[in-house]
């Protein structure tokens, strides 16, 4: 019976290790400073306390959270020989990476329904995206993530592993860990591909068209306010193409091993939960002016 998993990680040239330690620690505390002060700006200014912020404000939470699922144990391992986890810690690690990639899927989702009636019932967005429905459509992605990846754990933790142990990444996730198991996983991998794949494809053409119809009704249709729509739209369908695409190539199609998969992963683990805040942050005047007001100490109004 398998009790470890050892990873081999990026490479095994120490020189280079380094060097990729260095360069996504820089990443790392870029995404936590960036993330933390879009949080703590969107609590203390009075401005930025209405919907698209309040939901801005739990992406940032989420990609905090998401960031610190793989980033403290990849970097360990980057400088460490030891680079091995516990069969209980893999399943746990994949857990929460689930839960919370899944979490961010549906505010993505959340985020653009926002814009959709923000656009489409301008007179009526903050009776209908009042402070109680945001909660709760926060907690319904909340519970929709947990859904998702407790139902891909619990599938994991049925499979009989028995043989090998070695898996070429930097982290535990599906595609690899089921290719270890003991038997034939072509029932569960299917399972795996309609949960994860098929569902995040689906959701990415959703959001695609949606935001394609709302960039056609501003142009159309809205003249106060047009830059504003243009540039918080845009922002969103960019958030969107850094975190689906990548998503899509890794899970939507059979779990066989391919040599961009590593490099899709650091993009989809280190990479976007630091760009998100950045992207944000310079398409929207008004963060902009919410951070300078928060660092030059202004009373907050």
């Avoid at 949080?39 to 960031?67: C, K, M, W």
Wanted: aromatic share 12%; proline share 4%; with cysteine.
């Amino acid at each position: 019976i398998v009790t470890e998993f050892l990873l081999l990680g990026f490479t095994a040239n120490h020189l280079l290790q380094y060097v990729l330690f260095v360069v996504f620690l820089m990443v790392c505390i870029a995404t936590w400073l960036g993330n933390i002060t879009i949080i703590t700006t969107v609590i203390r200014d009075q401005r930025l306390h209405s919907p698209i912020y309040f939901l801005l404000g739990n992406l940032a939470f989420i990609d905090l959270s998401e960031s610190s699922v793989t980033v403290p144990k990849m970097l360990w391992d980057l400088v460490s020989q030891q680079k091995a986890v516990s069969f209980r810690g893999c399943m746990t690690q994949m857990f929460f990476f689930h839960f919370t990639g899944g979490a961010v899927v549906f505010l993505l989702m959340v985020m653009a329904l926002d814009r959709y009636v923000a656009i489409q019932r301008p007179l009526h967005y903050l009776t209908i995206m009042n402070h109680s429905t945001c909660v709760g459509l926060v907690a319904g992605a909340w519970l929709g993530g947990f859904v998702h990846s407790i139902v891909q754990v619990v599938l994991m933790m049925r499979l009989p592993f028995c043989g090998p142990n070695i898996l070429d990444n930097y982290y535990c996730d599906v595609p690899q860990v089921i290719k270890l198991a003991c038997t034939n996983t072509f029932v569960i991998e299917m399972l795996m591909f309609s949960n994860s794949g098929l569902l995040t494809t689906i959701i990415f053409i959703i959001l695609v068209a949606s935001y394609t119809t709302l960039l056609v009704k501003i142009r159309a249709h809205v003249s106060e306010g047009k830059t504003k729509a243009l540039s918080t739209c845009g922002a969103q369908i960019t958030v969107v193409c850094i975190h689906f695409v990548p998503c899509i190539f890794i899970y939507a199609r059979p779990f066989q091993k391919c040599a961009a998969d590593k490099v899709l992963s650091a993009l989809y683990t280190v990479i976007t939960p630091m760009l998100n805040p950045v992207i944000y942050t310079l398409r929207n005047t008004e963060m902009k002016n919410a951070i300078r007001r928060s660092f030059n100490k202004d009373p907050v109004s």
